[in-house]
Each structure stands twice: as structure tokens, then as C-alpha cells.
T-cell receptor
Framework: QKEVEQDPGPLSVPEGAIVSLNCTYS??????FMWYRQYSRKGPELLMYTYSSGNKEDGRFTAQVDKSSKYISLFIRDSQPSDSATYLCAMRTPLTGGGNKLTFGTGTQLKVEL | DAGVIQSPRHEVTEMGQEVTLRCKPISGHDYLFWYRQTMMRGLELLIY????????DSGMPEDRFSAKMPNASFSTLKIQPSEPRDSAVYFC????????????FGSGTQLSVL
């Protein structure tokens, strides 16, 4: 079993829809929880990160963490065609040598159609 | 800032050949990471450096893979000899000390081994 599970999609929604993207994880040592967005033929870029259980909002994006269920979500309101990308969840564990290790989900491909 | 710069963008080679991927991190970043991305396995951490020193190479799949960071502004990932199963997108990422969550990724090198 992978440490982080994410539905690969593709997920296709009409413009203006609310999008829900989800990940489950198995490692209780995971601390920070992040969402990265990756456009085609580009590297991932950080969208949001959160530490504690609960919600964190940034514009049209809301990240939700439920540590008791080991479940995280990203909600996108009023989705736009420019939101079409692959969304990767990521989770951090500290490394003994310093720094940290990010474990990524495989990503969910989202397409927002006009 | 120009961001993380990787070269080449695309590499097509034949099985058995040596492949060298290059990365220039963002100036001032203390950590450098090499990741590999495939559809099946997603983003996998291969190795990371702190202040030019390799800290954890447990993700390097085999002895055929090696990485170096001779100075703060340059790193290489070498595969010798290459095999078709090495075909993937290889990303370099960097981050500042204590800002672990935000990795800055390059645009990646698409490697195809025939």
C-alpha cells in the first residue's frame, strides 16, 4: 500500500463548478500537508500548505485536513479553465539528516471546460 | 530570479548510453532535491543535498545512478548505463533552510531511453 493515495482522475467539470480533490494517507508521522499544482510540461508549484486539522482558505481555494481520518482535501470554488492542471497532495516528514522529505500523491488531473 | 534551471529539457538516448542531467538551483537556497516522476509511481525523491553535501540517497534506484553537487549553483544527476525503465521526467527542486514546505521545481528533463 502506498503511503499516500490519490485518485488519478481525470476529473472534468464545467466552468464555475466546485471541485473537490482528495488524498488519504497512512503514515501518522506526516506533519505539514501541502497541495501542489502542476501544469503540463512544467514542474509542480506550491499552492497551499497547512499544519493542523481544520480548514485553511486562500481566495477560491480551501485546504482541509482531518488527521483523525488521515484525509485531506482541496476545494476549488468557481473553477476556471486556467485551473486545469494536475493537483498533487504532498506530506512532510522530518529527516534525520536535516531538512525534510515530501511524499507526494500521484496527482489528480483536472480539466475545467468552458 | 530565474528560478530553478534544468537542462536539457528533453533527452533521447539508446540503452546503455550515459545520461547527464543538469540543474542550477535558486541562488541562496540551501537544499537541492532530485525527483523522478512517472505515471505509475508519481514523484519519487531520489537524493537531496544540504549545502552541497549529499544527505540522503536512499531513493536512488541503483548504482547506475549517481549525483553530485560540486558547488552551490550546480548539480548533476548521471545514469550510466541507461535502461528503458529509466524513462521518466526528472525534476530538480531547491528550497531555503527552514522553509521546507515550499520547494521550487525546475521544468524537468523528459528522458526517453530507447
Amino acid at each position: 500500500q502506498k503511503e499516500v493515495e490519490q485518485d488519478p482522475g481525470p476529473l472534468s467539470v464545467p466552468e464555475g463548478a466546485i471541485v473537490s480533490l482528495n488524498c488519504t494517507y497512512s503514515n501518522s508521522a506526516f506533519q505539514y500537508f501541502m497541495w501542489y499544482r502542476q501544469y503540463s510540461r512544467k514542474g509542480p508549484e506550491l499552492l497551499m500548505y497547512t499544519y493542523s486539522s481544520g480548514n485553511k482558505e486562500d481566495g477560491r481555494f480551501t485546504a482541509q485536513v482531518d488527521k483523525s481520518s488521515k484525509y485531506i482535501s482541496l476545494f476549488i470554488r468557481d473553477s476556471q479553465p486556467s485551473d486545469s492542471a494536475t493537483y498533487l497532495c504532498a506530506m512532510r516528514t522530518p529527516l534525520t539528516g536535516g531538512g525534510n522529505k515530501l511524499t507526494f500523491g500521484t496527482g489528480t488531473q483536472l480539466k475545467v471546460e468552458l | 530570479d530565474a528560478g530553478v534551471i534544468q537542462s536539457p529539457r528533453h533527452e533521447v538516448t539508446e540503452m546503455g548510453q550515459e545520461v547527464t542531467l543538469r540543474c542550477k538551483p535558486i541562488s541562496g537556497h540551501d537544499y537541492l532535491f532530485w525527483y523522478r516522476q512517472t505515471m505509475m509511481r508519481g514523484l519519487e525523491l531520489l537524493i537531496y543535498f544540504n549545502n552541497n553535501v549529499p544527505i540522503d540517497d536512499s531513493g536512488m534506484p541503483e548504482d547506475r545512478f549517481s549525483a553530485k553537487m560540486p558547488n552551490a549553483s550546480f548539480s548533476t544527476l548521471k545514469i550510466q548505463p541507461s535502461e528503458p525503465r529509466d524513462s521518466a521526467v526528472y525534476f530538480c527542486a531547491s528550497s531555503r533552510y527552514r522553509v521546507y514546505e515550499k520547494l521550487f521545481f525546475g521544468s524537468g528533463t523528459q528522458l526517453s531511453v530507447l
